[in-house]
Each structure stands twice: as C-alpha cells, then as structure tokens.
C-alpha cells in the first residue's frame, strides 16, 4: 500500500511538472520516471514510488549518478538544448493517467477482517458460543492472521457494498445453521455490519484435531476478497486451561486502533471498483482435519443470483486421482489418436470425480439455457485439470448427453494461493523479455527463433541470455509486463527449465533470484512455452511447480502446460494467442484458450493444445478499461 502522504507528495510532483519549462532531453527523462512512477502506482509499491519520485526531484541536478536510484539506471545526460518548453504532447496522456491512478488509490476503501468471539476463552467442550465476523479500520490482534480488504477505484457514487462471508472451522466445533452471510460496507464508516454465527465446540473433541481455529473469506462480486483466521483456545489443547471469570471477548474497544496499516497489511487484496464478475464462481477450502476432504462454495449471478456450498470427498489423494485417470494418457506405447481417445475418457472420468454441488449446479445452468461462459476457480486443491473434464448425464431412460470439455465452453481462470485474493483483471502488455535458449544439436527447438520475434515483433522488448550467471542478473536489471519462454523443461513434470551449457533453472532458484525480482517489481503475463521434440513428455506438470512460483512472486497471470508439448503445436498457440490479442485486446486471455483447447478434440488434433491452463483472473485481459 502507498501512504496518503506519499499519495499527495507525488500530486505536488505533477502539479510543478505541469508548470516546468525544459529541454527535450531533460523531458526524455522526466518521461522515463514518470512511466516508473505510474508502474509504482498502478501495482502500490510504496518503496518503488519513493524511489522514482527521488528522482524525479533530482532532474534538475545533472551531477553524475543523479537519477540512479535503488540500482535502478535512469539517463543522467539531460542535455542542454536551446528549446526549452512545456511538457511535450506525447508526455500529457501518461501524466494524465498517473494523476488518475493517484486519485483512485487515494479512493481506496480499505477495512481488516476479524473474528470476534462472545465467550470466556479457553472454550470448554460442549459450549455454545457465537463469532462474529466483522470489517473494520483496527488492527489485527492477538491470533489472528488476515488478508486486508482493499477495493481500488470504487465507483464515485458508491454508498454501500455487500460482501458475502463464508465461516468454516476445524474439526473441534460445529457451526448450528448456515456458514454463509452477506455484510455491508459503508465506505463512511469505519465498521461493517456484523455477520453473526452461532457454533459449539464438540463433545468430545477429537483428539487428531490439530490447532482450534476458525476461518473466514470474503468474497465480493464473485471474487476472492480477503480472509481472516483466529486461533481459539479449547480448554485441553495446547495446554489451555481456562482464565479467570469474566473471560475475554475481542472487541472493537479491545483491539488497537489505527489506519488499518497493522498486522493485516501484510497482505491486502487490490480489488477493481469496477471489475466485471465470472459466471460462476467456485472455492475450495481444504477440510482440517480430514484427508482428502473439501469444502466448496459455488456462487453465480446467474439464475438470478444463487449460492450453494457442500463438500468433496475424495478416495484418494487428487494427485493419485490424476495420475490413475491419466494413466492411459501417458502410456509410451499409445499413438496419437490413442490419446486423444484417452484424453477424452480421462475427461469424462474427472466430471465424475467433481463434487456433487459443482455437477448439479452445471446442469441446472445448462437446462436453464445460460451454461457458464466463464469460470473462476479458487482452490487449495491444485492437481485436479478442471479444464479436460467433460459433463455428461444419462437420466430418464434418455440417451447420455455430453457436453464439450469444459475448458473448450468455459473460460477458466485458476488461482491457487494463501490469503484468499484475486489477480488483476486489468494487464496492460506493452513489452516483453523472451527467453529462447538456442540449444545445440537434437535439442534444437525449430520454431524457438520464429517464436522469439513474433513475440518481440507485437511486444518489443529484448532476448533474455540463455545461461543462468546472464540469466540471473538481466532479470534482476530488467522487466517487463510480458515474460515469455520458449524452451525444454528439466523432466515431463516441468519443475526445472533447461539452460544452455547443461544449466538449469528451477522454481527455488527462480523464486530467490533475478527472475522473481521481475515478476516483484512488474506483475507480468507469463507465457511457459515448455516444449519437446517428436512426442510430448510422459509425465504431468503441477501448479506447484513454476506456474506456483511466479504467483507467489506477485505474476498477473500466467500460461503453462500440463504436460510437456510438442514443439509444433505449442508454436501455434503461440501464434494463435498473440494474433488473438492483436484481433481484440479486450478479448479475456482465458477466452482465447478455450479456441486453443478445442483443438485437441478435433479429429486428428494434436492432444497438445488441451494442455494449456490459465492461472488468473478469468476475465484478465490487456485491452481493458
């Protein structure tokens, strides 16, 4: 987050910019740390816009070093042209928009999450008590670990804001009626309206239970918004044994006041006042103290407006589950249309496996003739490829009906991260880094140079060295809003990209070096263009390999495969992508995969193109308002 005062610091910047007279030089480099400001902004780097706009103040002292600030080069040699003027034309649109980037962080509604518990605590078994749970300016206090609610650029208009709660528990209480409710907002006051629950701590409490605690998440339009839990002594666990009579009953006079920049700053959720909301919404929350057990919600505006929740059991660990379905799939002995045959009855198998709510809710959409366009997963289960599954139902003594895979009518947007929060909706490609190591020998890539400039030629930007010393140190000096490889991965399961010279690149290396520093700084578009010569790899990718790693390093969004591609088809999506882009750049990134996937399921289609999955926002793209 950026403080107010930094906020208005930079308003007084552009104020006397406005009124400044200089040099085409000097306005060449005040045009570069106004872009480095605006990017500050856009993605709420404090430290970022601190730096620049120090900068900035500098233009006028033309000594040596004096526009380098935190390792990043700005041009020292302002010039000393006889033409002084105004800010030039080309200047005016990019001030403009940081002066409206800079008034919509100053609209922000900002409130931390809470759990606030009616009861002397240690809880006893048997007891009754009530949580509520509440939005509000405070800190987070004593056992609480939260994501902040943050919604940027409110509409102007806006009174109030409903954000809908889900409670959810682990195994030492019950909840006594619904775990859902809808809160208010009012942007005027400080405290939300209070979502009450009424719970009970069982009798006796299973001794495998782990730590007591609740869990709350916060959704609003249809988009992960933030969550809170809160340790809750039971007498008996822990070591807790009861306090003195009174108790203690966390409260607004309870907890520290402040300007919600407490414990809950460590992660807020940037959420578009004006963000569109999928078609269907799906969250899955691991069940404590269960294996192999979640918890779903699943919310539309469809039908209008509909909320169900329920749970999903599986046998067996998900990644068992995708490796038993897929085991055909990934036979060395199967022929191309021996695996787009498997690549269909693993989807049929893996709508089977879906939760019961998740299938009845699909086909009541489907017979009320508004199937989901979209679909945005949230989910502490990442193995399961909700993109191959494929409905189908036979009932009545009616033939079976089957519907195209989901990921070929649904764009789906997966985000799989702690804290409960959404990607951007809004990601603005205007230039790339491409990273297309020319490997010798029968490790050539054939298509890897043709890709490198299509990229380069809609995107402009530079080739990234293919050794990982070079590696390493360009992407800690450069970025980009659009990171794109073209390369082999280590093994099938894509946890390590090959280098040049027998070098690798793995998620551990790329989440503490160069690469995580871009990703930090910039919030780019991944594109994983992992690739093979001949047959694809054997094996399955997992979210919690790169696509993982780039999350956690703040990426926007990021494309990867499920499974090693074949080097001809993986260029053609490419092609196909960044066409697609060029077409419509209002057109969700999402969207223009489900073109992709239905590839796969053509006759004679290479199974390549249902491998591709999308980890964002379902409606992310670069075109929007």
């Given at each position: 987050m950026i403080a107010p005062r930094q906020l208005e610091r930079t308003r007084a910047a552009l104020r006397i910019l406005s009124r400044l007279e200089f040099d085409a030089d000097r306005w060449a480099a005040v045009a570069t740390l106004v872009r480095e400001m605006l990017l500050a902004v856009y993605a709420r780097h404090e430290p970022r816009l601190r730096a620049a706009l120090a900068a900035l103040e500098q233009v006028g002292d033309v000594r040596a070093g004096g526009l380098t600030s935190e390792g990043r080069e700005f041009p020292t040699r302002l010039g000393s042209g006889p033409v002084a003027g105004p800010p030039p034309s080309a200047l005016l649109p990019h001030l403009d928009e940081l002066a409206a980037e800079l008034a919509a962080a100053g609209a922000e509604i900002r409130r931390n999450p809470h759990i606030d518990i009616e009861a002397t605590l240690p809880l006893r078994p048997g007891t009754r008590f009530t949580a509520d749970v509440v939005l509000d300016t405070t800190m987070s206090?004593?056992?609480?670990?939260?994501?902040?609610?943050?919604?940027?650029?409110?509409?102007?208009?806006l009174r109030k804001l409903s954000v809908e709660v889900w409670l959810t528990v682990t195994p030492h209480f019950v909840i006594d009626g619904p775990a859902t409710a809808t809160i208010e907002v009012d942007p005027a006051e400080a405290r939300s309206t209070e979502a009450r629950f009424t719970l009970a701590v069982r009798d006796p409490v299973p001794q495998d239970a782990g730590p007591p605690a609740l869990r709350a998440t916060f959704d609003h339009q249809l988009r992960a918004s933030g969550s809170v839990q809160r340790h809750v002594p039971v007498a008996g666990f822990d070591g807790e044994r009861p306090r003195a009579a009174g108790g203690t009953r966390s409260s607004l006079a309870a907890r520290p006041q402040g300007d919600g920049h407490g414990a809950a700053e460590q992660g807020g959720v940037l959420l578009n006042g004006r963000a569109e909301a999928p078609d269907l919404y799906v969250v899955i929350e691991r069940d404590a103290g269960r294996r192999h057990h979640y918890l779903v919600r699943l919310q539309t505006g469809l039908l209008g407006g509909l909320v169900?929740?329920?749970?999903?059991?599986?046998?067996?660990?998900?990644?068992?589950?995708?490796?038993?379905?897929?085991?055909?799939?990934?036979?060395?002995?199967?022929?191309?249309?021996?695996?787009?045959?498997?690549?269909?009855?693993?989807?049929?198998?893996?709508?089977?496996?879906?939760?019961?709510?998740?299938?009845?809710?699909?086909?009541?959409?489907?017979?009320?003739?508004?199937?989901?366009?979209?679909?945005?997963?949230?989910?502490?289960?990442?193995?399961?490829?909700?993109?191959?599954?494929?409905?189908?139902?036979?009932?009545?003594?009616?033939?079976?009906?089957?519907?195209?895979?989901?990921?070929?009518?649904?764009?789906?947007?997966?985000?799989?991260?702690?804290?409960?929060?959404?990607?951007?909706?809004?990601?603005r490609l205007t230039d790339s880094l491409v990273l297309a190591p020319d490997y010798p020998g029968e490790r050539k890539l054939p298509n890897a140079s043709a890709e490198r400039d299509l990229v380069l030629a809609h995107y402009p930007g530079r080739e990234v060295p293919g050794t990982f010393d070079e590696l390493d140190a360009f992407y800690a000096a450069t970025n980009a809003s659009l990171l794109h490889f073209v390369c082999h991965g280590q093994d099938a399961t894509l946890q390590a990209i090959q280098l040049l010279n027998h070098q690798t690149l793995s998620t551990r290396q790329m989440r503490g070096g160069g690469l995580g520093l871009a990703c930090e700084q910039r919030r780019p578009l991944i594109f994983l263009n992992a690739c093979e010569l001949g047959r694809p790899g054997l094996g399955l990718a997992s979210v919690e390999g790169f696509p993982a790693a780039f999350i956690a390093c703040d990426a926007a969004a990021v494309i990867a495969p499920l499974w090693a591609v074949d080097d001809g088809p993986a260029h053609q999506v490419a092609i196909d992508f960044y066409q697609a882009l060029q077409e419509d750049p209002s057109r969700p990134f999402a969207d223009v995969l489900c073109s992709v996937r239905a590839r796969a399921y053509h006759e004679g289609g290479a199974d390549s193109f249902a491998a591709y999955c999308f980890y964002g926002d379902p409606l992310a793209a670069t075109g929007r308002p």
């Amino acid at each position: 987050m950026i403080a107010p005062r930094q906020l208005e610091r930079t308003r007084a910047a552009l104020r006397i910019l406005s009124r400044l007279e200089f040099d085409a030089d000097r306005w060449a480099a005040v045009a570069t740390l106004v872009r480095e400001m605006l990017l500050a902004v856009y993605a709420r780097h404090e430290p970022r816009l601190r730096a620049a706009l120090a900068a900035l103040e500098q233009v006028g002292d033309v000594r040596a070093g004096g526009l380098t600030s935190e390792g990043r080069e700005f041009p020292t040699r302002l010039g000393s042209g006889p033409v002084a003027g105004p800010p030039p034309s080309a200047l005016l649109p990019h001030l403009d928009e940081l002066a409206a980037e800079l008034a919509a962080a100053g609209a922000e509604i900002r409130r931390n999450p809470h759990i606030d518990i009616e009861a002397t605590l240690p809880l006893r078994p048997g007891t009754r008590f009530t949580a509520d749970v509440v939005l509000d300016t405070t800190m987070s206090q004593a056992g609480e670990q939260a994501t902040a609610f943050v919604l940027r650029n409110p509409p102007a208009d806006l009174r109030k804001l409903s954000v809908e709660v889900w409670l959810t528990v682990t195994p030492h209480f019950v909840i006594d009626g619904p775990a859902t409710a809808t809160i208010e907002v009012d942007p005027a006051e400080a405290r939300s309206t209070e979502a009450r629950f009424t719970l009970a701590v069982r009798d006796p409490v299973p001794q495998d239970a782990g730590p007591p605690a609740l869990r709350a998440t916060f959704d609003h339009q249809l988009r992960a918004s933030g969550s809170v839990q809160r340790h809750v002594p039971v007498a008996g666990f822990d070591g807790e044994r009861p306090r003195a009579a009174g108790g203690t009953r966390s409260s607004l006079a309870a907890r520290p006041q402040g300007d919600g920049h407490g414990a809950a700053e460590q992660g807020g959720v940037l959420l578009n006042g004006r963000a569109e909301a999928p078609d269907l919404y799906v969250v899955i929350e691991r069940d404590a103290g269960r294996r192999h057990h979640y918890l779903v919600r699943l919310q539309t505006g469809l039908l209008g407006g509909l909320v169900m929740t329920g749970t999903w059991a599986l046998s067996e660990s998900a990644q068992d589950v995708t490796r038993r379905i897929m085991a055909d799939f990934a036979d060395p002995a199967a022929t191309p249309a021996g695996r787009q045959r498997s690549l269909t009855g693993a989807g049929l198998d893996f709508f089977d496996v879906a939760p019961e709510c998740f299938k009845q809710l699909y086909w009541r959409l489907v017979d009320a003739g508004t199937p989901p366009r979209n679909m945005y997963l949230v989910s502490e289960e990442p193995a399961i490829p909700w993109e191959l599954m494929i409905p189908h139902r036979r009932e009545h003594g009616q033939p079976r009906q089957t519907m195209p895979a989901l990921g070929v009518s649904c764009g789906i947007g997966r985000w799989h991260q702690s804290g409960h929060f959404s990607p951007s909706q809004r990601l603005r490609l205007t230039d790339s880094l491409v990273l297309a190591p020319d490997y010798p020998g029968e490790r050539k890539l054939p298509n890897a140079s043709a890709e490198r400039d299509l990229v380069l030629a809609h995107y402009p930007g530079r080739e990234v060295p293919g050794t990982f010393d070079e590696l390493d140190a360009f992407y800690a000096a450069t970025n980009a809003s659009l990171l794109h490889f073209v390369c082999h991965g280590q093994d099938a399961t894509l946890q390590a990209i090959q280098l040049l010279n027998h070098q690798t690149l793995s998620t551990r290396q790329m989440r503490g070096g160069g690469l995580g520093l871009a990703c930090e700084q910039r919030r780019p578009l991944i594109f994983l263009n992992a690739c093979e010569l001949g047959r694809p790899g054997l094996g399955l990718a997992s979210v919690e390999g790169f696509p993982a790693a780039f999350i956690a390093c703040d990426a926007a969004a990021v494309i990867a495969p499920l499974w090693a591609v074949d080097d001809g088809p993986a260029h053609q999506v490419a092609i196909d992508f960044y066409q697609a882009l060029q077409e419509d750049p209002s057109r969700p990134f999402a969207d223009v995969l489900c073109s992709v996937r239905a590839r796969a399921y053509h006759e004679g289609g290479a199974d390549s193109f249902a491998a591709y999955c999308f980890y964002g926002d379902p409606l992310a793209a670069t075109g929007r308002p």
